[in-house]
């Protein structure tokens, strides 16, 4: 009995949690939320719902890391959790809608393409996780990702729906053969190793700041008056940079090797 006392009395309590290192979590959890969810309201087929919440995980995908670096509170945890909400938010829940909105209609092929899609995330992700670990890329690498991240390429396949609810005569976006090539492709730029560009390190020149917030103000009244035409806008644009990105990085990486 008095071994069993000294045992229970050895064990060390378990330590008391940061509420620094809860706090990204709890963030992380509810762009998991968002996901689940997106996959419920897609399969009931309310297409509006299903979007909403697929833009909120990324809105908390990119809450999270901001919170965790603002409260010093990033943890191996968080990282696997992060990954484990992506792949859910961005790489199932925008498969599943894309399949019920219009691949279903294509026979055999249709699941396919939605497979094709999170796969390709599921590659990314685990890339993305080995290169934390790997040796420091070189400085011309700072200002972009390798391959399209997850919130992008959850919001280039569904880009179709994003222009129906606004143009519902333009049937061709609801078509099987542009949905399928288009989730083909995005899965492709996933994998790949091409360079597009990150603003988690772009620094402003103070004579910008004025106009950045203009830009900001009229992005978010559009947002809130034409929401499906500005997201709509908003990721033809992001497509329209991938090319833009390799230039300025071919140019950033020609003026590193001259040094």
């Known amino acids: 009995m008095d071994t069993i006392k000294k045992l229970s009395l050895a064990k060390p309590k378990l330590p008391v949690l940061p509420f620094r290192k809860l706090a990204p979590n709890m963030v992380t959890t509810l762009a998991l939320c968002s996901g689940v969810t997106s996959i419920r309201f897609a399969v ?13 995980a990324a809105f908390f995908d990119g809450l999270d890391g901001r919170v965790a670096r603002m409260l010093k509170g990033s943890s191996k945890f968080g990282a696997e959790l992060d990954s484990l909400s992506d792949f859910v938010s961005f790489g199932v829940a925008p498969s599943i809608l894309m399949y019920q909105w219009t691949l279903y209609d294509l026979p055999k092929f249709g699941w396919f393409f939605c497979l094709l899609f999170s796969i390709g995330m599921s590659m990314r992700l685990a890339r993305f996780n ?3 670990e790997a040796e420091p890329q070189p400085e011309y ?3 972009f990702f390798v391959g399209v991240p997850a919130p992008a390429a959850a919001a280039l396949a569904i880009f179709p729906i994003l222009i129906t609810f606004e143009f519902p005569e333009y049937t061709f976006f ?12 995005v899965s492709l730029l996933m994998i790949s190793r091409i360079p597009t560009i990150s603003t988690k ?9 004025a106009p950045m917030m203009l830009i900001v103000v ?3 009244s559009f947002a809130i008056t034409q929401p499906w035409l500005t997201f709509g806008i908003s990721t033809a644009l992001y497509a329209v940079s991938i090319p833009i990105g390799i230039v300025v990085f071919l140019k950033e990486k020609a003026e590193f090797e001259k040094k």
């Open 44 to 56: 009931q087929e309310d297409w509006v719902k299903a979007v909403i919440c697929i833009f909120l």
């Open 174 to 185: 609801r078509s099987n053969l542009f949905c399928s090539i288009l989730m083909a492709i």
């Open 130 to 132: 080995t290169m934390l």
């Open 218 to 220: 009229l992005f978010a």
């Open 201 to 209: 390190k772009m620094r402003v020149p103070t004579y910008m700041v």
């Open 141 to 143: 690498w700072h200002h």
